[in-house]
């Protein structure tokens, strides 16, 4: 995909007061405090995050900390993991967590032990054990990587040559978005890294886990606003941002996600949101590595459509990017879904950005990507009905002047010509979804119903294991009790 260039203006700034109640509501969404004087680089696909990453181990000189949901035994991870092992070899500490499940194949087969054998830290997020319990189910979906302390990786990419695509089959390379950081901000990324690291105390097979990141005082290195959202199952903070963002959107509100699956109540924040004149676009695959997601994703346009919120799927082999751009002025990138198991189970990690010229590039890069998209639409008379009800919504409803960048951007198409992308109607896509997951149910019932040990075995093992979980939880409560019992006060009324 060609990179955009166009030049774009940027907004006018805002007024201090509604700074300050901006600050304030992403801050305590998010649980996290911006970080002045950054230098924000945004890559694009595999072709610009792969070298820049493997650039930026090479020179590493005291440490590489790298949280990678998908380490695959292909040929770019191979060419990673052999990196990682040289540079252990000349000294730097390389320490790595992946996640068990995402990198099932390369954990089973031993890809990892050359590099546990030259020295690093590897450690498999949440590796199937007795005493794990339901939170088995959390995975680690973070991808990130830290560089003596100065410098950062944020994206949705992992360590797979599948980015890449595979022009022997006629599969396009995956569009993707991550960014390069450096300045303050890079602490953060290292605070979410020792994080993780402290959660797997007990899940490291022996391996005495050192949860300090080096720190190098990274210098100040650029004029950017940013701030690290580290989501765990325990905050869901990116949760909380998704809907704030939403809120906060008087304008503009353009999201691209891989597996769109949200909530009802962000999904009714959207239908507000355009109801309200605020121009909401959607960009989700129209083919994804997980078909079904898209199939359940088909059958939420409908309301979504209706409220006039913009949906558009990607043409190529695969768009896997997770971004927002809320009125040209804010902006995330990073690892987390609109979905449910990306809000309130996973561990996440994103970059929320607060300048205007990274989130001007990022505004430039949804526009290409919707020429590369075709949109979904209502069918004609739908359409009608639609745009006489928007119009009733609007009288009365006075709204501020489109910024100059979202005024330049929208005038590549009106609101249903379709003019630029092409069209497809939702009805078609719609009845092939509900087709599909209906025949799916209907063969899982009947599978259930000639092999039903099929749900009771694996529900009966997660009741033990959570049983298992929970009681030896408490009797290391209680050990601890034992050897640490508070202080007995004597009952003296004076004291």
């Known amino acids: 995909m ?12 805002l007024p201090e007061d509604t700074l300050a109640l901006a ?5 305590r969404a998010s649980g996290s405090e911006a970080a002045a004087d950054n230098r924000i680089e945004v890559l694009l696909d595999s072709t610009e995050n792969f070298p820049a990453w493997q650039a930026a181990i090479a020179s590493a000189c005291h440490s590489i900390d790298i949280e990678m949901y998908i380490f695959a035994n292909n040929a770019f991870g191979r060419q990673i993991r052999d990196l990682l092992i040289e540079k252990q070899q000349q000294g730097v500490q390389v320490r790595l967590v992946y996640d068990w499940f995402g990198s099932v194949w390369a954990h089973y087969r031993g890809f990892f032990r050359p590099l546990r054998a030259a020295g690093a830290v590897v450690v498999a997020y949440n590796r199937p054990s007795l005493v794990g319990g339901i939170g088995l189910i959390s995975r680690n979906h973070r991808k990130s990587i830290v560089i003596d302390g100065h410098t950062a990786f944020v994206s949705g990419l992992c360590i797979s040559s599948a980015w890449c695509g595979d022009a022997a089959k006629g599969v396009a390379p995956w569009r993707d978005t991550g ?19 402290q959660s797997q105390q007990n899940n490291a097979s022996h391996t005495t886990l050192n949860s300090n990141c080096h720190s190098y005082n990274p210098h100040h290195s650029g004029t950017a606003q940013a701030r690290i959202v580290a989501t765990t199952p325990d905050n869901g903070n990116m949760m909380r941002l998704d809907l704030n963002a939403v809120t906060l959107a008087q304008e503009n509100l353009w999201l691209t996600d891989a597996y769109f699956m949200p909530t009802r109540m962000y999904t009714q924040a959207l239908i507000n949101a355009a109801l309200a004149g605020v121009d909401v676009r959607l960009l989700v695959p129209r083919t994804s590595d997980i078909r079904w997601i898209g199939n359940v994703s088909r059958t939420q346009y409908r309301s979504l459509l209706e409220a006039g919120v913009r949906v558009f799927e990607w043409n190529g082999s695969m768009i896997h990017a997770k971004t927002a751009i809320v009125d040209g002025r804010w902006a995330r990138v990073g690892s987390t879904n609109l979905n449910l198991s990306s809000w309130a189970i996973n561990r996440e990690l994103d970059v929320s950005i607060e300048d205007s010229a990274t989130v001007a590039r990022l505004t430039a890069v949804f526009a290409d990507d919707l020429q590369h998209a075709t949109e979904v639409v209502l069918n004609q008379a739908q359409q009608a009905e639609l745009k006489q009800r928007r119009q009733k919504h609007k009288q009365g409803f006075k709204r501020g002047s489109t910024n100059a960048l979202a005024q330049r951007l929208l005038q590549l198409g009106h609101v249903f ?4 992308y092409g069209t497809r109607i939702v009805d078609k896509d719609e009845a092939q979804a509900y087709l599909s997951i209906g025949i799916g149910l209907l063969l899982l019932a009947a599978l259930l119903w000639f092999l039903p040990q099929l749900v009771v075995y694996p529900l009966l093992l997660l009741l033990v294991m959570s049983g298992l979980a929970t009681t030896w939880s408490a009797i290391k409560r209680l050990r601890q009790y034992r050897r640490n019992p508070p202080p007995v006060k004597e009952n003296n009324p004076l004291a």
């Open 179 to 197: 960014v390069k950081l450096t300045g303050p901000v890079v602490q953060q990324v290292s605070d979410a890294f020792a994080d993780t690291l």
């Open 23 to 27: 600050e304030q509501i992403v801050s």
């Open 2 to 13: 060609p990179t955009p260039t166009a030049a774009v203006d940027l907004p006018e700034p």
């Open 417 to 420: 010509d379709g003019s630029i």
